[in-house]
């Protein structure tokens, strides 16, 4: 009798399936639960869904057109189930989602934190690993690349005489994220960490020094082996591995573990004073090639692909924007160019979005999360369909 109840029970999901659309994994894998009594956390998986070999990082690169980021949201560092909201930004919801999809973007990078969710042990809570799956399904059920990563954890600087404990943490924290998302397809990239550095310190933002790159290749070369560890399509999905500080000052000493599926991660506000310095300058010319205006640019992707990408290992622009200077006109050259210089060597760019509106440092606003419009539309058109040429 219990095997003819459940079986009711699944044709009555079936059943459930065909009037009520777009269900997420997450919200059918609950259905089913209730109904069966069953405690998988996944709705059983196609054979479309199983990768049988290690997914091509470059190619994957090409698939995807361009990113967004959903900033400060998930990685906001309150406490408690609500801290996605304790930085101002409000709720994220499924509406978002399909706006930053209908705007073009077809990959989402989703910054998260942890250390604010894990007891002493290093458990996640399971109301927040429960959310972020949530949030992770609006994007992926919707045919988008996903980029889930650690993000403002306060336990991953690249030092010597901490090595050992945080091997241990990011062994522990991964194996949990990676056995959570097991079944999800190659449209799921993990990323280890962002922007591991000395915090606070002379070596913070200036390419760090040997101990740090070398502690971070440490990081990186566990991070690897824990998620592979985890079978199922973990062996083979795409990783996303960053740099000291995710930045180019860091390839000094720099080194890729050995595996046949992995990204390096490059955060790009380029050219800097540009793009990120307050104080600097407003306008960019892309017909100049001085490092202001075109030159870091090209070297960037230049080199990127000449010492990634042409030796089969992924890269991708984890980050980059330009902060509000009231110079709209100018920030339109630099969308019509950023896109270009790297989309033709393969590497996608993922705009950083922060919902920080005004002029000035960290005003990288771009789609306002109450009303849902974009607050400079011409520039998202711009970065779009530039992106979509290459």
């Known amino acids: 009798m219990q095997i003819v109840t459940k079986l009711a029970a699944v044709v009555s999901a079936i059943s459930l399936l065909t009037t009520i659309p777009a269900l997420s994994r997450t919200e059918l894998s609950s259905i089913m639960n209730e109904m069966t009594g069953s405690a998988a956390s996944q709705p059983e998986e196609s054979d479309s869904d199983i990768l049988t070999a290690p997914v091509d990082p470059v190619a994957l690169c090409d698939n995807i057109t361009i990113g967004w980021n959903l900033g400060n949201s998930l990685d906001a560092t309150g406490s408690g189930i609500n801290s996605e909201t304790s930085w101002g930004n409000p709720k994220v919801t499924k509406e978002l989602i399909l706006t930053v999809k209908a705007a073009g973007f077809d990959a989402v990078r989703i910054p998260t934190t942890w250390f604010n969710h894990v007891d002493g042990n290093f458990n996640i809570d399971k109301a927040w690993l429960d959310r972020v799956q949530e949030v992770v399904d609006y994007a992926y059920d919707e045919g988008m690349y996903v980029i889930l990563n650690a993000h403002h954890e306060n336990w991953n600087d690249p030092y010597e005489s901490t090595l050992t404990d945080v091997k241990k943490k990011i062994k522990k924290l991964w194996t949990q994220i990676a056995e959570r998302f097991e079944d999800y397809d190659e449209r799921l990239i993990f990323e280890g960490m962002n922007e591991p550095r000395w915090k ?31 079978g199922g399509n973990n062996r083979y999905r795409a990783l996303m591995i960053p740099t000291y500080a995710a930045s180019d000052l860091g390839l000094d000493g720099f080194t890729v573990p050995d595996d046949k599926s992995l990204i390096v991660s490059i955060h790009a506000y380029t050219p800097y004073n540009f793009a990120l310095n307050a104080n600097g300058t407003s306008t960019f010319d892309p017909t100049k090639t001085d490092w202001n205006n075109t030159g870091e640019l090209t070297w960037l992707a230049d080199t990127l692909y000449d010492r990634f990408i042409s030796k089969g290992v992924g890269a991708i622009i984890g980050e980059c924007g330009t902060i509000n200077k009231d110079n709209l006109s100018s920030r339109l050259k630099w969308a019509e160019y950023f896109p270009k210089v790297f989309g033709e060597k393969g590497i996608p760019i993922f705009l950083w979005d922060n919902n920080a509106f005004g002029t000035g440092n960290e005003t990288f606003g771009m789609l306002n999360r109450t009303t849902l419009k974009w607050a400079f539309p011409t520039y998202i058109n711009k970065l779009v369909s530039t992106a979509k040429k290459y």
């Open 200 to 230: 606070n310190t002379s070596n913070e933002w200036n390419g760090g020094n040997a101990e740090g790159r070398s502690v971070i290749n440490k990081y990186n070369e566990i991070f690897v082996q824990t998620v592979r560890a985890t």
